[in-house]
Each structure stands twice: as structure tokens, then as C-alpha cells.
């Protein structure tokens, strides 16, 4: 059974700064891409960043490039999500997802689920 866990979420202050983390299990966790999305209230669920297997492509959504850094370390089995400059637009529930098949910026391609951890930053 593969299980996606995500951890570092919290308070912080406008400006401040986070690092999530998510662990994969029962799936090699260098053959799978992976993505973080979050879901705002009232929001629909949006990408934020992706990164390959190798971890040789990344991709940004635009609204938190520059500011936000994927990254991961295929010994860990940890992917990783460095916040930085953050903004009360930033408050959401963060997702972690593993992809069996390609990295990509789609939530429906992605096949493994965490149960979120929740950012909120004050203003």
C-alpha cells in the first residue's frame, strides 16, 4: 500500500518562511514524479510544483516562481517544498502526489494522494 504523508506546515507571518516535506512508502520512490498543489477556501485545487523522478525537470506555477523551490532526495524518499516570501494568498492546504507515469502539472494524472498539511500566513 502506498502511503504519501506531508509535514511542516504551520503559522507563519507575511514574508516568513516554510519548508514541507512528504515521505512516500510502499513504492520506489525514485521511479515516481512528484507534484504539490493546494486547495485555498472556496478554491478549487491548483497546482504549485513538480519535479521529475530524477529530479531533473521542475516545474513553478507562476504565481509562487521565484519564491517557491521543489526539490528531492531519492535516498529519503523525501520531496520537498521550500516557501519563501510568503503572502496571505499562500493560506491553503498543501497536497503532496506521487505520478507512476510522467511529471506533469495535472492533478488528474497523479495517482498517490497525501492528506495535506495546512499553511496559513498572517498578514
Known amino acids: 500500500q502506498v502511503q504519501v504523508v506531508e509535514s511542516g506546515g504551520g503559522l507563519v507571518q507575511a514574508g516568513g518562511s516554510l519548508r514541507l516535506s512528504c515521505t512516500v512508502s510502499g513504492r520506489t520512490f525514485s521511479s515516481v514524479a512528484m507534484g504539490w498543489f493546494r486547495q485555498a477556501p472556496g478554491k478549487e485545487r491548483e497546482f504549485v510544483a513538480a519535479i521529475s523522478w530524477s529530479g531533473s525537470g521542475t516545474y513553478v506555477a507562476g504565481s509562487v516562481k521565484g519564491r517557491f523551490t521543489i526539490s528531492r532526495d531519492n535516498a529519503k524518499s523525501t520531496v520537498y517544498l521550500q516557501m519563501n516570501s510568503l503572502k496571505p494568498e499562500d493560506t491553503a492546504v498543501y497536497y503532496c502526489?506521487?505520478?507512476?507515469?510522467?511529471?506533469?502539472?495535472?492533478?488528474?494524472?497523479?495517482?498517490?494522494w497525501g492528506h495535506g498539511t495546512q499553511v496559513t500566513v498572517s498578514s
Open positions: 502526489a506521487a505520478a507512476e507515469r510522467r511529471v506533469t502539472t495535472s492533478s488528474n494524472e497523479y495517482d498517490y
